[in-house]
């Protein structure tokens, strides 16, 4: 009973001094600070640290603020007496004014004898009373929080200097902003895969970072080619330090993940190239799988910020979870996906991405994925598009780098606007300057307008990095020579030979500059060294054939040409891929036909190609309808020409018939205007596909036909435009591919400076034709066999 009294008492005397109204105060007004700090802290980029900082100082000054209410009774101005006031008296007209008797004059002076009314001292403030002030508190605030602002300011300076442990790797010198980091696969202690998790998760985000530049995982493959190891060794942290050593790049990512428990350990660690010396070292405890994003979102934090990029940049991000999926599993298989496309092995990645997205169907970044790996293999366009729709849709699920890239691949792909693609590349270029895959790809765009010289500075962008890659590489010595960069194209092919010595693209290159120097023996036998090494089915091998095939018929060897792209077919359809590579083959014969052997030979041949795979088999939104349609239309066959092209055309709505619907639909004018003869109408047509819908300069694939078709017009000096540029100036990459035409054309050209009386240039023209001919067989020993009686004729007639 006597302890519930006391306990009554306190409640009574904690009431009469305000403690409550103090407590809720102080609450209500820490809430506040700590909204305020937190906001500070997002938006100023603060160290995360400081909220937590704040809130420590707030629940020390606790205490103080309610023994301060306590000692001084209550709130500032709440019944809190002045302790150096005068004590109050008994006198009840002091207690009471209103019982005092009116004062009418002033007091009488006091007179001897009467007694001492004056009020005692008031007594002196005990010790505690003295501390506890509100005045004190107040100041011990102030002070509080100008620490933690002080804090603040020197970790900034220290950061920023590159001061002690707190200071960033670029302001230390250890980098240059800006400059390539190599990121090594985290060591798998727990034998889960996981470690490859945390690295994809991990280069995910980094790859958002504005101060370093991950290599790209091309970087690594071809790295690993250049030191004859096979693309799916793993990319231990030695074997990272040691490409880097290489290359000059001067540190290394690397780190592990150890199990603990039900979590793990995520440890990293950024490392010197040259010493091995640990830079900065992290540590991060994951306490089980679901929370595995949210600790590889802060060791990438960590890291990027010890590298130097500034809090408010890294915290303007999007969390892994949201960037990528929240499902570990689907995760899983994105990253085994990712490893396969890396190591090129990129139909393998389709089933496990299919299988992610089944997972998650809103992982925006396997969606990216998937629609370019149907584009980089030419299947199936309608799923490709529905994938690149979905990423674009998608995409503030991405991060921002994904995020532009997807924006520019749906502009490409779907929409059909390069304009609005390069735009989207030169955004994400302002966020990240050195991003090869933007650099590339907008340069490719820029191709696609015919803007040859413009593309060549983005290229070189890419390729004069650290180990460019394969493709860029490749890219840039297409450019050069279709530019007439000759001299600088080889260079960089001696740099694509340096650097990818064993890669398919590298001898591919090689053939296609070969070719392009009219060295056909060295072209096919480059050619026919990707047959040999390619794997038996994939698309490289499969096309090799048909590069074979065009060698072959450049210089008239008309047998092997066919046998090399009956073979090509055969080989497409055993693959389960006819659909992708069964055409390219069909197509090369078709046209050998019909410009060697004449329409009726191509109409025989479509029957034979339609026997073996149905053409009606198509999709309708297949792009091959409409180059069917047009063979069909060439050879003759107007009906069936327009009835394959019209179900094409009625699968697109009138909002999806883009530059490229238009294009093809006036490529189909040109080529029923060819077959039927009016010529007029086709060589507009031709005009309106190559000046207004895709221009090309001097590298129009169909400059043979265009020439035809100008010649038959009677516009012979346009014609004879056509036929040098199909002769001297073609894409680098149609050299060989086109070469069936060319001896109709030479052979044209020498009539047309016949008839000019230019006998010396005729002759000219006739002596090409056997010299490149004569050893050829089938259709092309014609050509020879006039070409030379033409040249009899000319030695026959005087003058």
């Known amino acids: 009973m006597r302890l519930l009294n006391r306990l009554k008492r306190l409640i009574r005397e904690l009431h009469r001094r305000s403690l409550w109204q103090v407590l809720a105060v102080f609450l209500a007004a820490s809430w506040g600070v700590i909204q305020f700090v937190d906001f500070l802290t997002e938006r100023a980029g603060l160290p995360e640290w400081t909220p937590s900082m704040a809130l420590v100082l707030l629940l020390i000054g606790l205490p103080i603020v309610l023994g301060t209410a306590y000692v001084q009774e209550g709130l500032p101005g709440e ?3 002045d302790p150096t006031e005068s004590i109050p008296t008994a006198d009840p007209a002091q207690a009471d004014p209103s019982r005092a008797a009116p004062r009418l004059s002033a007091p009488a002076p006091p007179r001897a004898g009467d007694a001492d009314t004056t009020l005692p001292p008031a007594p002196e403030p005990s010790g505690i009373q003295r501390w506890l002030t509100w005045r004190k508190v107040v100041l ?10 002080f804090s603040v300011t020197a970790y900034f300076v220290m950061w920023s200097a590159g001061i002690g442990p707190v200071g960033n790797l670029v302001a230390q010198g250890v980098f240059e902003e800006g400059e390539m980091v ?11 895969g996981i470690g490859n998790v945390v690295t994809e998760a991990l280069r995910v985000d980094l790859q958002e970072s504005s101060v370093i530049q991950l290599a790209a995982p091309t970087y690594v493959t071809g790295g690993l080619a250049r030191m004859d190891l096979s693309p799916d060794t793993p990319f231990t942290a030695t074997i990272a330090r040691e490409l880097a050593l290489r290359d000059g790049l001067k540190a290394v990512i690397q780190g592990e993940v150890a199990p603990v428990g039900r979590g793990y350990l995520l440890t990293a660690s950024v490392v010197a190239t040259e010493t091995g010396q640990v830079l900065r070292a992290f540590r991060v405890p994951v306490a089980s799988d679901d929370d595995l994003l949210d600790g590889i979102d802060r060791l990438s934090r960590e890291i990027r910020e010890k590298s130097g990029e500034s809090l408010r940049s890294i915290r303007q991000g999007l969390g892994l979870a949201q960037a990528t999926t929240a499902s570990l599993d689907a995760l899983r298989l994105y990253t085994e996906a990712v490893r396969s496309f890396d190591e090129g092995r990129q139909l393998e990645a389709l089933p496990l991405l299919e299988e992610a997205l089944e ?8 969606w990216r994925k998937l629609a370019v790996i149907l584009s980089n293999e030419a299947m199936d366009p309608e799923r490709m598009h529905h994938a690149s729709r979905r990423a674009y849709e998608l995409r503030r699920r991405l991060t921002e780098r994904e995020a532009g890239l997807a924006e520019a691949w749906f502009q490409s792909t779907v929409e059909d606007n390069p304009e609005a693609a390069i735009d989207a590349y030169r955004r994400l270029l302002e966020r990240f300057p050195d991003d090869p895959t933007a650099l590339n790809n907008m ?3 820029l191709l696609d307008l015919g803007m040859w010289e413009e593309s060549e500075a983005p290229l070189k962008r890419v390729v004069s990095r650290p180990s460019p890659t394969v493709t860029s590489l490749s890219n840039v010595v297409q450019v050069l020579w279709n530019v007439q960069k000759r001299e600088e194209a080889w260079a960089w092919q001696d740099s694509l030979e340096t650097n990818h010595p064993n890669a398919l693209n590298t001898r591919r290159t090689r053939g296609w500059l070969l070719a392009g120097e009219g060295r056909w023996e060295e072209a096919h036998r480059a050619a026919e060294d990707v047959w040999r090494i390619a794997p038996s089915g994939s698309g490289v091998h499969l096309l090799a054939l048909t590069e074979l095939a065009g060698f072959d018929l450049a210089r008239g060897r008309y047998a092997e040409a066919m046998a090399h792209l009956a073979d090509g077919r055969r080989d497409a359809v055993e693959a389960g891929a006819w659909e992708v590579y069964w055409w390219a083959p069909a197509m090369m014969e078709f046209q050998t036909a019909l410009a060697l052997q004449g329409p009726a030979a191509a109409r025989d041949l479509l029957a034979r190609l339609h026997r073996e795979v149905p053409f009606d088999s198509l999709r309708d939104r297949s792009e091959r309808r409409p180059d069917v349609a047009a063979y069909l239309a060439m050879a003759g066959d107007t009906d069936g020409a327009r009835q394959l092209f019209a179900t094409w055309e009625d699968a697109f709505a009138l909002e999806e018939r883009g530059r490229i619907f238009r294009f093809r639909r006036e490529g189909h004018r040109a080529a029923e205007a060819w077959g039927t003869e009016d010529w007029n109408a086709s060589a507009t047509a031709f005009e309106r596909m190559f000046r207004e819908l895709q221009p090309c300069g001097s590298m129009c694939p169909l400059n043979a036909e265009w020439g035809i078709a100008l010649e038959e017009a009677g516009r012979i000096d346009d014609a004879m435009e056509k036929y040098r540029w199909h002769l001297a100036d073609a894409q680098l990459t149609w050299h060989g591919l ?3 035409w060319t001896p109709v054309v030479l052979e044209r050209m020498a009539r047309i400076h016949a008839d000019r009386g230019e006998s010396a ?3 000219a023209v006739d002596e090409r034709i056997v010299a490149q001919f004569e050893d050829g067989d089938g259709p092309f020993l014609p050509f020879v066999e006039r070409a030379r009686e033409r040249l009899l004729a000319a030695r026959a007639t005087p003058g």
């Not at 997972?359 to 396997?366: G, H, I, N, Y």
């Open 79 to 81: 019944e809190e007496r």
């Open 140 to 149: 011990g605030g102030v002070g509080a929080f100008a620490l933690l602002g």
């Open 182 to 192: 190599v990121l090594a696969d985290f060591n798998d202690d727990a034998g889960t």
């Open 359 to 366: 997972l998650d169907p809103e992982f925006a970044m396997a």
């Open 443 to 445: 340069a490719i765009r």
């Open 738 to 740: 086109r070469a069936m």
């Open 761 to 763: 240039e005729a002759r």
